[in-house]
């Protein structure tokens, strides 16, 4: 039995089997519906059930379906990027991560039409307990990680997880996304934790980590949506903060905000592709012996590079503005941009409660903020 048999995707012959356990199943017709509105159920379940691997399953149906969603709730998806990457090379790709299914989704669709193998992904395991869920994450190669576990626990799970990363890029040759920390950004500020470069340095074997991180080809991405569909919904968790409450969660949450994201208005939408961080990780192990400074700096390394890859759109600088009561970034935008944008944000948050119009301003102001201060730290 595979040491990862609780977190990998299906095997290529498992594929078939799946399907065929939920191909009667309501989410998939919907799907299906939403994905081929002209098709008749006999037309998709029949290619489906002639489906016999991963691949064919990600591209008879789960990239229509993206170019779908991308046609209804969208103004269009751009790229950046995908040049530098080799078509037989594996990369671990760490990402900043805002939506649950569309970062991991997109990218894997800008992969296909580049001509490039699609990656495995880490998916957190509460977003998957529904069985129907956890079929459809299977079965487009996402591997889980488990979250809310003992000290213990957590990290023989982490071993685990390091262990398949490793296995993944090095003996399968499989590019592997990963988000830069536990979990979205909802507050707009995009920054790599050490305990996910430490996760993955576990199945170093005593190896020097910048070695290791050397072997893995990291590879930086910043995806970007100009309104993000789930805005709103990720207040509750926000104000929270803000006051320093805990957060709980709502039994459903995940998944509703996993179909507001879906569905949600993003209008145009960016994913840049960074440069592979070798060399600059070589320079780090040279100026920098003590392993946990090295993680720090490889960090903030990652984080540069994701934020000078974000591309800010006019409701980042409109935000900006009036958050800060000025108008530094007015040339950014156009007043029916501010329109639409003060429209929405009047819709979706109470004004009448400063701190709530504080923290929805914020997720959209903070990446001009941090990506104005990366640049300055890089020129200086």
Excluded at 239 to 263: P, Q
Excluded at 276 to 292: K, M, Q, V
Excluded at 344 to 367: C, E, I, Q
Aim: net charge negative; proline share 4%; charged share 25%.
């Amino acid at each position: 039995m595979s040491p990862f048999e609780d977190i990998r995707p299906f095997y290529d012959t498992e594929v078939n089997d799946a399907i065929k356990e939920i191909i009667h199943h309501p989410m998939l017709k919907a799907m299906m519906n939403f994905t081929f509105p002209d098709a008749s159920d006999e037309y998709w379940k029949d290619l489906m059930l002639h489906c016999h691997s991963i691949r064919d399953f990600q591209i008879n149906f789960i990239y229509p379906a993206v170019q779908k969603v991308l046609e209804k709730s969208s103004e269009g998806l751009s790229t950046s990027g995908f040049d530098k990457l080799e078509k037989n090379q594996s990369y671990l790709f760490i990402s900043n991560h805002r939506d649950i299914i569309l970062d991991t989704s997109l990218f894997n669709a800008s992969l296909y039409e580049n001509g490039l193998s699609m990656t495995t992904t880490a998916i957190g395991d509460n977003l998957v307990k529904k069985p129907f869920l956890n079929s459809l994450s299977r079965m487009t190669r996402n591997f889980t990680i488990k979250r809310g576990l003992p000290a213990r626990e957590l990290l023989e799970s982490s071993k685990v997880t390091s262990a398949f990363i490793k296995n993944a890029l090095l003996r399968e040759n499989r590019s592997v996304w990963i988000a830069q920390r536990e979990g979205r950004t909802k507050d707009g500020n995009d920054e790599t934790h050490k305990g996910v470069l430490k996760m993955i340095s576990m199945a170093s074997e005593e190896e020097n980590i910048i070695d290791y991180f050397k072997s893995l080809n990291i590879v930086p991405i910043s995806i970007s949506y100009e309104y993000d569909p789930t805005d709103v919904l990720k207040m509750p968790e926000l104000l929270a903060k803000a006051k320093s409450e805990i957060y709980v969660k709502g039994e459903n949450e995940d998944f509703f905000t996993l179909l507001n994201g879906i569905m949600g208005q993003k209008k145009r939408i960016h994913i840049h592709v960074g440069n592979i961080l070798n060399e600059e990780i070589e320079n780090i192990g040279a100026e920098e012996s003590n392993p946990n400074r090295q993680f720090q700096a490889i960090a903030d390394l990652v984080d540069r590079n994701i934020l000078s890859g974000y591309k800010l759109w006019p409701t980042n600088y409109i935000a900006h503005d009036l958050l800060f009561g000025d108008n530094e970034y007015q040339s950014m935008y156009t007043e029916h941009e501010k329109e639409v944008f003060e429209k929405r944000f009047r819709k979706g948050v109470d004004t009448n409660d400063p701190m709530a119009v504080k923290s929805f301003l914020a997720m959209y102001a903070n990446p001009v903020n941090n990506q104005k201060r990366g640049l300055k730290e890089i020129i200086d």
